[in-house]
C-alpha cells in the first residue's frame, strides 16, 4: 500500500491532468457518438471504452515527456 501512495503523490500532478483529460475526452466523445449514430446507449459505450484506453496511453505519453524533458 505504501508504494501505491508513494506512486500517487509523486505523479500528484500527471494524474490530475489525466482525469481531467478524460472527463473532457469522455464528453466529446459521448456528443460525437450520439450525433453520428443517434443512439445514446452507442454513444455512452464509445465514449467509455475509447477515452479509457486514451487517458491510459496519454498517462505514459506524459511519463515519458516528463523523462525526456529532464536529459
Same mark, same amino acid.
Do not use: C
Given at each position: 500500500?505504501?508504494?501505491?501512495?508513494?506512486?500517487?503523490?509523486?505523479?500528484?500532478?500527471? $494524474?490530475?491532468?489525466?482525469?481531467?483529460?478524460?472527463?473532457?475526452?469522455? !464528453? /466529446?466523445?459521448?456528443?460525437?457518438g450520439? #450525433?453520428?449514430?443517434?443512439? $445514446?446507449?452507442?454513444?455512452?459505450?464509445?465514449?467509455?471504452?475509447?477515452? !479509457? /484506453?486514451?487517458?491510459?496511453?496519454?498517462? #505514459?505519453?506524459?511519463?515519458?515527456?516528463?523523462?525526456?524533458a529532464?536529459?
Amino acid at each position: 500500500m505504501a508504494n501505491i501512495q508513494k506512486f500517487i503523490d509523486y505523479n500528484q500532478k500527471i $494524474l490530475k491532468k489525466t482525469l481531467s483529460y478524460y472527463i473532457m475526452h469522455i !464528453t /466529446v466523445a459521448m456528443l460525437v457518438g450520439y #450525433f453520428v449514430t443517434g443512439s $445514446l446507449a452507442m454513444a455512452i459505450a464509445l465514449s467509455l471504452i475509447e477515452p !479509457t /484506453v486514451q487517458a491510459v496511453a496519454f498517462f #505514459f505519453h506524459e511519463k515519458i515527456w516528463e523523462r525526456n524533458a529532464v536529459q
